[in-house]
């Protein structure tokens, strides 16, 4: 787990930057959190040198830690580690879900990667609708594969497709409809 530091500089002399997410305040090291992101290396270039803060609006407070655990340590946070007490499935994959967007929203690719690696091994009857509404949402080739394979399994097609979730979805984006269509005649 990563270290939270003090606004300023650390004890070396290094530059820090501050956000506040969610009124909650969130140290990292400047040089760090550019390296890993060219979003926040812009960022950087036209912040107000004078304040070393930055308010990062629509995202969460944990989603924004699961960031900045990333750029520190290149593996995917674990959420029981980022939040108190023990978190469950279904605000798990939502954590996820939220951190791939985010990591895409700041160009970070690595994250995005094992998000989607991540999302992808987990899909159930119960977080395909929303996945899929990702993936296609944001251009995730992979994860709308693995969510197209998941509702034409016979195991898993009626559960999913009578939701209304399912029907929402399709309504808002038919092509997906014609798409699934496709893919199942192919099988």
């Not at 469950?88 to 970070?108: G, H, N, P, R, T």
């Not at 969510?147 to 984006?173: G, M, P, Q, S, Y």
Request: charged letters at 25%; a negative charge; aromatic letters at 10%.
């Amino acid at each position: 787990m990563f270290q939270m530091f003090q606004l300023g500089e650390d004890r070396r002399g290094r530059q820090l930057f501050c956000d506040s997410v969610s009124g909650e305040e969130i140290s990292a090291h400047q040089l760090v959190v550019a390296a890993r992101s060219p979003v926040f290396k812009d960022m950087f270039g036209t912040m107000d040198q004078t304040s070393k803060r930055e308010n990062v609006a629509g995202i969460t407070a944990v989603v924004f830690k699961g960031l900045i655990h990333f750029m520190y340590t290149d593996a995917l946070p674990d959420l029981n580690h980022l939040v108190s007490g023990k978190s469950s499935e279904a605000s798990s994959i939502s954590f996820y879900q939220d951190l791939i967007v985010v990591a895409d929203q700041y160009k970070v690719k690595g994250l995005q990667t094992l998000c989607e690696d991540y999302l992808c091994r987990t899909i159930s009857v119960g977080t395909v609708v929303s996945s899929l509404t990702i993936a296609e949402e944001n251009s995730y080739g992979k994860l709308k594969e693995e969510c197209f394979r998941f509702i034409l399994d016979e195991k898993n097609c009626k559960a999913i497709t009578l939701t209304r979730a399912f029907h929402n979805l399709v309504a808002k984006w038919p092509s997906l409809l014609d798409e699934l269509l496709m893919k199942d005649q192919e099988k």
